[in-house]
């Protein structure tokens, strides 16, 4: 006699989070328990598994159950959706010439007979591509329903100064002789190049210049270097004032007399800072040691090389702060900061007011294209309005570009205000007791000396890991 068992009575089915496996167990064991592969595949149907059955673990499962009695088996597998890829600007020349810095010797000693070597672009070569974004593929539930999937994110040209895109938008060619530098949040510039065969002194005076400045010598206390672009210093800065929109890199020292400022809009390299104040809207790298100095960066601080020294003054980050060394066994007063972005909220307001205006200018534009619209369907648009709704037209294409950029920067801007989790500070060696430690609105006083921690916000308060 053939006894039917009721699969329900005996087997249950489960599902993984995202319905991409279903588990079939028993709930009741009985010896005798049997069934067909039909049975067991109705089943299935009956409990909205309806895609990816493993039909070789379903007939395993029918012949022998017994194997099967203790745990669960996966018996469908669905389809992972694959993400698409985000497009991105790929750039043409190498922006950056770490390899081509002045031999730096083991003592700490720079050979500047071997000097920076500037990668120069010409009138009309390629700087940039457009590569466009992968489409994603949706998955698939064992319950038969898709599962959707993150499509790629097109990338856009940042353009700046004295470049030209192609028809298509996806090349951009250099428009003049120059040196490619990115400013301002990514932008791609070119820009001329001047360049001093010495140190800026009272023989040159002060420098302001449209394009990237190199100056193969010394900028010396109370002189200044502005640049829209790039500075390139091959020797020290004293107490001076250097002003890049773009990056500076400096293959000497700063020695700032407590007085005087590098800042840049992209980033400070350079290998130590005494007594100096130095700013960058992204990262200060520094190979051997910052002094009793003002340091802050709109990213990260990193001072992580072979001496890779903090002491004393106070070291600020928007992310992280990397060295190997923090303080002394003088337990000299160190501070420094993490997750500080005041610039970024700066920036928030500034960006919402310049929103507003276009708003209100784009409203004022398109009720005086209408009335122009409107007189041009009657035919008594005369010439000067035919040239002020041409005009009008391109205005309001450009002021909503720039609407679009300012509402994208605003969106990236509230993101990293949001986001604590990056805010770190990793000590590569040693840190010693009299240095403080702050992260966000939180702040923990260093006792005693630690080795090999890294510092990070949890839950309310400072917490400390060691590093991996």
């Not at 309806?50 to 018996?75: C, H, L």
């Not at 420098?207 to 109370?222: A, C, H, K």
Request: hydrophobic share 40%.
């Amino acid at each position: 006699m053939v006894v039917h068992f009721a699969l329900s009575d005996y087997l249950s089915i489960s599902f993984s989070e995202s319905k991409e496996v279903a588990y079939l167990e028993f709930f009741k064991r009985d010896e005798g328990f049997a069934c067909t592969v039909d049975e067991l595949g109705a089943f299935l149907q009956k409990n909205n598994v309806r895609y990816g059955v493993q039909w070789d673990v379903v007939t395993r499962f029918a012949s022998n159950p017994e194997e099967y009695r203790s745990g669960k088996v996966a018996i469908a597998l669905g389809k992972a959706p694959v993400h698409g890829i985000d497009g991105r600007v790929e750039l043409s020349v190498a922006m950056d010439d770490d390899d081509h810095r002045p031999l730096e010797k083991d003592d700490g000693k720079v050979d500047y007979k071997e000097l920076v070597r500037l990668s120069n672009v010409r009138k009309g070569e390629l700087i940039a591509t457009l590569i466009p974004p992968e489409g994603g593929q949706l998955g698939m539930a064992v319950t038969g329903d898709p599962i959707p999937c993150k499509m790629g994110k097109t990338a856009r040209f940042k353009v700046g100064k004295n470049v030209l895109l192609d028809k298509e938008q996806t090349s951009m060619y250099a428009a003049i002789d120059g040196l490619v530098s990115l400013t301002d949040k990514g932008k791609i510039n070119v820009f001329p190049v001047y360049e001093v065969n010495g140190d800026v002194d009272y023989n040159t005076g002060n420098i302001d210049f449209v394009g990237t400045v190199v100056i193969r010598g010394n900028v010396l206390t109370g002189f200044s270097v502005k640049s829209a672009g790039d500075i390139r210093v091959v020797g020290g800065v004293e107490g001076a004032e250097l002003f890049a929109g773009g990056s500076i890199e400096i293959t000497g020292g700063i020695i700032g007399y407590n007085k005087g400022l590098v800042s840049a809009g992209a980033n400070v390299k350079v290998s130590f800072i005494q007594d100096g104040n130095v700013t960058a809207a992204e990262d200060v790298i520094v190979s051997q040691s910052i002094m009793h100095s003002n340091v802050r960066a709109g990213r990260n601080v990193l001072c992580n090389g072979t001496k890779g020294l903090i002491v004393g003054g106070t070291v600020q980050a928007g992310e992280k702060v990397v060295a190997r060394t923090i303080g002394n066994t003088m337990s000299t007063a160190t501070a420094i900061e993490v997750g500080v972005l005041p610039e970024l909220r700066n920036e928030l307001n500034e960006l919402r007011q310049q929103l507003r205006h276009f708003m209100e200018t784009g409203d004022k534009t398109t009720k005086a294209l209408h009335l122009l619209d409107q007189l041009a369907i009657s035919g008594t648009l005369s010439p000067d309005k035919v040239a002020l709704r041409i005009k009008l037209n391109a205005t309001k294409q450009s002021q909503q570009r720039e609407e679009a950029h300012i509402k994208e920067r605003i969106l990236e801007i509230e993101k990293m205000l949001e986001d604590t989790d990056r805010a770190k500070v990793t000590v590569v060696k040693t840190i010693y007791g009299g240095s403080k430690i702050v992260i966000g609105r939180y702040t923990k006083f260093v006792k005693d000396t630690a080795e090999r921690i890294t510092y990070y916000y949890s839950e309310g308060e400072i917490s400390i890991m060691p590093n991996v």
